[in-house]
């Protein structure tokens, strides 16, 4: 047994970006855990949530916050939510199994994804070059969430805030993601 | 030369001027100009060259349906070949040069073509270069592509970018023109989405080339209050300089937008962007196009569409004559000599086709009814034309009026047919129109400003009603309806001279009879004969023309004759645009893997498998050759240990009560009562009892499994596997989720494999023979606390083991894993000694798993258990499946040890041809095994279970090989499989 420890390394090396209008940065200190509902424990699950994290089941499309902020869960089909969390160790698992017990099946998906928020006035125009969603609030509003494809790529959208979205696509290609969304930011800003 | 031809008011902003070259002569313009107002100013005539008889030619149109001043822009990597004046917004510094001849524009030599014009006839070239046969490839296609073409390429890369993007509205109003900025109107005051787009760079169609009214403004003036109160609007997006190229289905349009080719440079920013519209709604404003009559030599510079004429007069103050007439056969082309003789210019005379009064008085001109126009003469351009009466009239412009077209292309984009309109004569919509669609104003026939108003206003209002939204109750915007009755007046009966009918292609009206007479009478036909319609402009001012004229050939009438299907685009767009930023290494997003920084940093020569990016040999320094960075690797790895990373593998979590009989259903072999902790090769079946994919399947809990794929069929299983869950068995608690990228996992292979993970796994982790035997598995924690999985599983066929940690410690363990392995000569091994391992041990791959090979082929027929139900099990037993001279998997070794083998060869009995008849199956796979210092090869051939030993040939017809193989074991390395147990 060596001494040896290893190093975690983010997906995009905690980039952040300014351009006019718009910032981009890497998100970093958080975990993601795919939810996914027992066949027929649907309520139970619901009732879990409520209790622990203080949310509503979301339904698919929306995401719902806990009641302290810090924990959001993203409808993303008929069975399966993902939950985004603060998070620092390597004990997402034991954290939401923790809070949850056995209601739900629980898989990390903190090192598949790589997270980017992009922020700013401009962002949604950035978005415009490579996002086919119709992200204008009267069909995508505040903590509303998406599966979707973005130059090739699959991408989770979500939006935060107004001049806010969370873009999650798989981290092996997250070099090749990053670079397709400065792109859009680049040409659409001075 | 100064702006000699530049007249009083007008949209340009003389505040602005601009300097620009045309061949290198030095001429000037304002902001607002287009190059062809510009060139008009300048009194230029003479622009281009035509097609095939390099006619002279002059500026025809005002608009995108311009079939004769094709020009070349910029220069260098830049240059950009058949573009049309009309429609290029004028910059400074623009550089055009003319196209098409050869010397000068002015004295081209191959103007010579006109002289043989009688040899060049429609078709010529599929009847007059018969003979000898041999010298179509040799002498006259080399002539004929030497003198074919227009403008040229730069034969560079294209320096400028392009960009892709995606618009949603519930209102597309294409056109903004009158109809297009009523509808804009009513529904961007309602409230709704809206976008309006339109190819001009100045908002307001034809209101900005004409003089007539809106709500007591003069129009232009009322479009440009429109499009800023528009533009002010926050629901409204205004799209200039974009063109709705093509309506596609379910209200999906494609748009083109000219980003910065109205600026001297694009500052490295996309050049034009390619848009892709969801509308809810669209409405079609797209006004309509003017067409020509057809008379002799009625080709020339200086003469004219009417409308056109109006347009650079009204609109960019540029007079297209100093003594200008009027050939026409409705009442629109009265206004072109109405509105030129109250800017001061002379009109020589009015030439109306119909015997009516006449509908204005024009001083000083000659007034001709029920009168045509025969002949003109001019070299250069136009200075006299001959009525066909004999008179002879001097004028330097004649303008030509036939009627206005209707734009009803985008209507016909997904087989609408239109329907035609006597009173029109012209075509107009369908009824069959794509979904969502209305067609309004000029587009849909109503040609006058009244109308076309009203109708752009109401259109928008019946799409807000479709979509639920309240009208805002604004007043709709007024003018009166102009006169505009015509009588069809297609082409001069009394020509005798070449009338032409489509301008860029050179087709006259002796072609389109020459095409009736012999045979080809559809307009299709006619168009592929003539080349009638083809090229940057679609016959836009051409076709109707055309087949009115075949109709009359034919005797039938012009709906009965028909048009030619319209495609989109509706106008150019260029394969840049299409391309977006899909080039050079952004042609498509990579994977890489979690340890391809440090693989890079070793030196790593890299593979594309998929989107993966993958580490194919590390070549070490003296090492000349890739075989001996493979052979090293191996061989490292088989005396002692190496490591690969095999993330790329497919890993799905399968969790749920159902989850051991969901996999005992998907996999072909049992899976229920695999005991956690163990790893079980799978191989999954299609439906149709042919391999899917194979892999391995971890029981890490009860109701918790993490299942391996090939790495090329990871999504297709995932899928298929997503399938089986919700239409198959919905009633089974299976949850799938792919794990692909949360693990860095890394194969640790060779006799010393178990030694180096005892140095990074946690101590509380007994990895020893006996507490984690062949096929166990388990979470563990490695190197102080970081959690792991560790598999004892072995492609290579050593022992070996597949260690996973969460990506983010996959580069850092990758390293550690060297490190600690420094005092076994650990290796990194690449895709390749990967590949030679896995033949050695006679390991099917993706060569062996093609989508037609079954279980049994591959010497797995007895892993399809019949004690339980699975997919593709009923049909894995068809016959043809199961025939005695069926395929088997078999090893292949060369006789004579130093040929090399190759893939693909195909097995002939010794003594036969090697003819398809003679075929018995073929190699799939080969390697130099460094094992066995020769190669080997891994095939299917007939009944080869049964004929081990026997000699065969491999005969590889492509690479011109025939060498002699003995069949033998697939396994040439470890064949009992000793090594994976100790």
């Known amino acids: ?190 | 030369m100064s702006e000699s031809s530049r007249v009083a008011g007008g949209l340009v902003d003389r505040t602005k001027p601009l300097s620009f070259t045309f061949n290198a002569q030095q001429l000037t313009g304002y902001a607002g100009d287009t190059l062809a107002s510009a060139l008009i100013a300048n009194g230029r005539r003479l622009v281009a060259r035509s097609f095939k008889y390099h006619r002279p030619r002059g500026i025809f149109t005002a608009g995108s349906e311009e079939p004769n001043a094709l020009v070349q822009l910029r220069r260098g990597a830049y240059q950009e070949p058949n573009t049309r004046a009309t429609v290029t917004e004028l910059f400074d510094g623009l550089e055009v040069t003319s196209q098409n001849h050869r010397g000068s524009l002015d004295f081209d030599l191959m103007a010579a073509n006109d002289f043989i014009a009688p040899f060049l006839s429609a078709g010529f070239y599929y009847k007059t270069f018969m003979w000898p046969k041999a010298f179509w490839e040799k002498v006259y296609e080399p002539i004929i592509r030497a003198s074919a073409g227009l403008g040229r390429l730069s034969g560079a890369p294209d320096p400028d970018s392009y960009d892709k993007g995606f618009l949603h509205c519930d209102l597309l109003i294409i056109g903004a023109g009158p109809a297009g900025l009523s509808a804009a109107l009513a529904a961007g005051q309602a409230g709704t989405r809206v976008i309006l787009a339109d190819e001009d760079f100045l908002l307001g169609g034809r209101l900005n080339a004409e003089t007539h009214e809106v709500d007591g403004k003069l129009g232009s003036h009322w479009a440009a209050e429109t499009a800023a109160e528009l533009a002010a609007l926050d629901n409204v997006r205004t799209m200039p300089r974009t063109t709705v190229y093509g309506a596609y289905d379910h209200g999906i349009y494609g748009a083109l937008e000219r980003k910065t080719d109205h600026l001297a440079t694009s500052g490295d920013k996309p050049r034009q962007v390619l848009w892709r519209i969801y509308a809810k709604r669209a409405v079609l404003c797209a006004g309509a196009t003017e067409r020509p009559i057809a008379f002799g030599n009625n080709d020339r510079p200086g003469i004219m569409l009417a409308g056109a004429v109006r347009a650079y007069a009204n609109r960019w103050a540029a007079a297209p004559g100093k003594r200008v007439a009027v050939f026409t056969n409705n009442d629109d082309g009265w206004r072109s000599a109405v509105d030129l003789a109250a800017r001061g210019i002379e009109i020589a005379a009015m030439v109306d086709t119909r015997d009516i009064a006449p509908l204005a008085g024009l001083p000083g001109a000659l007034i001709a009814m029920g009168a045509r126009v025969q002949d003109t003469s001019g070299r250069g351009g136009l200075r006299s034309f001959t009525l066909s009466g004999g008179q002879k009239i001097s004028a330097d412009c004649l303008a030509v009026s036939g009627g206005w077209n209707p734009n009803i292309h985008l209507t016909c984009h997904q087989r609408g047919r239109p329907v035609w309109r006597d009173d029109l004569a012209a075509f107009v919509p369908g009824a069959d129109l794509p979904v969502g669609m209305r067609v309004a104003g000029a587009a849909n026939g109503a040609l006058t400003l009244g109308a076309s108003l009203s109708e752009g206003w109401t259109a928008a209002n019946e799409a807000l009603d479709d979509l639920g939204v309240a009208p805002a109750g604004a007043a709709k915007p007024k003018a009166d309806d102009e006169p505009a009755a015509i009588s069809a007046f297609w082409h001069v009966k009394e020509s005798s001279a070449r009338a032409w009918l489509d301008l860029q292609n050179d087709v006259t009206v002796k072609d389109v009879k020459l095409a009736h007479q012999e045979g080809f009478r559809a307009v299709e036909h006619l168009k592929r004969y003539t080349t009638l319609g083809m090229a940057t402009d679609q016959g836009k001012t051409a076709n109707v023309a055309a087949l009115a004229i075949m109709a009359e050939c034919t005797g039938k009438l012009i709906p009965e004759t028909g048009t030619t299907i319209f495609r989109p685009p509706f106008t150019p767009v260029p394969i840049g645009a299409l391309a977006g930023r899909a080039r050079g290494k952004d042609f498509r997003p990579y994977r890489l893997t979690p340890s391809h920084k440090w693989a890079a940093d070793q030196g790593a020569v890299f593979v594309e498998t998929g989107m993966w990016l993958r580490a194919q040999w590390f070549p070490r320094d003296g090492e000349t050759h890739w075989r001996q960075s493979v052979d090293r690797e191996v061989s490292q790895t088989r005396a002692s240990v190496g490591i690969c990373d095999v993330t790329t593998l497919g890993k799905i979590d399968i969790q749920g009560r159902d989850a051991a009989d969901f996999l005992n259903k998907v996999y072909c072999n049992g899976f229920a009562k695999l005991p956690v902790g163990k790893v079980r090769y799978g191989l999954m079946l299609r439906e149709d009892g042919i391999v899917m994919d194979d892999g391995t399947t971890a029981r890490l809990g009860e109701s918790h499994f993490v299942m391996t794929t090939t790495t090329a069929n990871a999504v297709g299983v995932f899928r298929h596997m997503e399938f089986c869950r919700q239409c198959l068995w919905p009633g089974m608690d299976v949850h799938l989720i792919s794990a692909t990228e949360q693990w860095a996992q890394f194969a640790v292979a060779g006799p010393n494999s178990r030694q180096l993970l005892q140095k990074i796994v946690d101590p509380d982790h007994d990895i020893s023979n006996e507490a984690f035997p062949f096929m166990a598995c388990s979470e563990i924690t490695v190197c102080g606390g970081t959690p792991a999985r560790l598999f004892r599983i072995s492609f290579s066929g050593e022992l070996a083991y597949e260690i996973a940690v969460p990506t983010r410690y996959g580069e850092s363990l990758m390293q550690a894993l060297l490190s600690v392995g420094a005092e076994f000569d650990a290796v990194a091994y690449g895709t390749e000694a990967l590949g030679v391992m896995r033949v050695e041990k006679g390991h099917a791959a993706g060569n062996e798993l093609t989508g037609q090979t079954s279980a049994r082929n591959l010497g797995m027929g007895r892993l399809v258990s019949k004690k339980k139900d699975c997919i593709g099990n009923v049909l894995s037993e068809r016959a043809a499946l199961n025939r005695e001279n069926g395929l088997s998997l078999m090893g292949f070794r060369p006789v004579n040890r130093s040929d090399a083998l190759s893939a693909g060869a195909h097995f002939i009995a010794r003594a036969r041809n090697a003819a398809m008849e003679n075929d018995e199956g073929w190699m799939t796979s080969v390697a130099f095994s460094p094992s066995l210092g020769h190669s080997i090869g891994l095939g299917f051939i007939e009944r080869g279970h049964e004929r081990k030993g026997e000699v065969v040939r491999a005969v590889d017809l492509v690479r011109g090989k025939d060498i002699e193989v003995e069949i033998v074991s697939a396994h040439f390395v470890d064949p009992e499989g000793a090594r994976l147990r100790v």
């Open chain 1, 1 to 190: 047994m060596s001494n040896l420890s290893l190093t975690a390394q983010s997906a995009l090396g905690g980039i952040r970006r300014d351009f006019e209008g718009v910032s981009l940065a890497e998100v970093g200190g958080h975990a993601l855990v795919s939810v996914a509902t027992p066949l027929g424990g649907g309520e139970r699950l619901a009732k879990a949530i409520a209790s622990s994290y203080g949310a509503k089941l979301p339904t698919v499309g929306y995401s719902s916050l806990s009641d302290n902020g810090r924990a959001r869960f993203l409808g993303l089909q008929p069975d399966q939510m993902f939950l985004l969390f603060e998070h620092e160790d390597d004990e997402a698992l034991a954290a939401v199994t923790g809070q949850l017990g056995d209601a739900g099946y629980y898989t990390d998906q903190s090192d598949s994804w790589a997270m980017l928020r992009i922020s700013g006035p401009a962002g949604r125009t950035a978005l415009e070059r490579i996002c086919m969603l119709d992200l204008h609030p009267d069909s995508f509003d505040i903590d509303a969430v998406a599966r979707t494809t973005m130059e090739h790529l699959g991408v989770i959208i979500l939006r935060e805030a107004a001049d806010s979205f969370l873009l999650m696509s798989p981290r092996s290609s997250a070099t090749s993601f990053l670079h397709a969304i400065e792109t859009s930011i680049i040409n659409v800003t001075e």
